[in-house]
């Protein structure tokens, strides 16, 4: 079965420049997260969707932050302007509801993002 | 709020060894899931385990065993005969089960494991 796939895995851009990260998640998966990670601070939610409803977005960091879910297969991240503080790796993870409880979330590989 | 601590920044260990990763978590739920994740050098995040605060019992798989302590908030991860390929970074994570927190994933900060040949 495949994974959760994201894409581009590497993405080098300049300052102001605008990012969009994608997201696929496994078929069947109502929830799907968005994290980044950083050597500071770690890995972090950022926002997370349930059945395509964004639920909570407080990790988001500032406006110029934006994610989306149009459909159940697919997810965005847009960072508009970029700055050199974005450069992280991104995951995009996927979970279902599932009986008994908070089902375990299957990351993508993440999209390393640098910004210059 | 909910927290995870790794207090082991780095280990190093030699080939064989046994080798216990710690994590302590404060929540103020009474039903929580604990996780744990492993991120090899490639980068990729692989789930290893998942306990929920109900079941204390302690859990064998090959290899790897998991400590599952409620009266010391500790959910301890323990390698037994180390292997080259267990090198990577190790996340504890916690989950609530309450509306607000449903599906969250708190980390810890991870700790970095190397086996030396």
């Known amino acids: 079965d495949a994974g959760v796939i994201q894409s581009p895995r590497h993405e080098v851009t300049e300052m102001g420049q605008e990012v969009t990260l994608r997201c696929k998640p496994i078929?069947?998966?109502?929830?799907l997260f968005w994290y980044r990670q950083t050597m500071m601070r770690g890995l972090e939610l950022l926002i997370y969707f349930n059945n395509n409803v964004p639920i909570d977005d407080s990790g988001m960091p500032e406006d110029r932050f934006s994610a989306k879910m149009p459909n159940a297969s697919f997810s965005t991240l847009k960072i508009q302007p970029s700055e050199p503080r974005d450069s992280a790796v991104y995951f995009c993870?996927?979970?279902?509801?599932?009986?008994?409880?908070?089902?375990?979330?299957?990351f993508g590989d993440g999209t390393r993002l640098s910004i210059l | 709020a909910q927290k995870v601590t790794q207090a082991q920044t780095e280990i190093s260990v030699v080939e064989k060894e046994d080798v216990t990763l710690d994590c302590v978590y404060e929540t103020r739920d009474t039903t929580y899931y604990l996780f744990w994740y492993k991120q090899p050098p490639s980068g990729e995040l692989v789930f290893l385990i998942r306990?929920?605060?109900?079941?204390?019992q302690n859990e064998i798989s090959g290899r790897y065993s998991w400590n599952f302590q409620k009266s010391t908030s500790s959910f301890n991860f323990t390698i037994t005969a180390s292997q080259v390929v267990d090198s990577a970074v190790y996340f504890c994570?916690?989950?609530?089960?309450?509306?607000?927190?449903?599906?969250?994933?708190?980390f810890g900060q991870g700790t970095i494991l190397t086996v030396h040949p």
């Open positions: 078929s069947g998966h109502d929830y």
């Open positions: 306990r929920n605060s109900f079941d204390e």
């Open positions: 994570a916690l989950s609530e089960a309450s509306r607000a927190g449903y599906g969250k994933l708190t």
């Open positions: 993870a996927s979970s279902s509801k599932g009986t008994g409880g908070n089902q375990p979330q299957h």
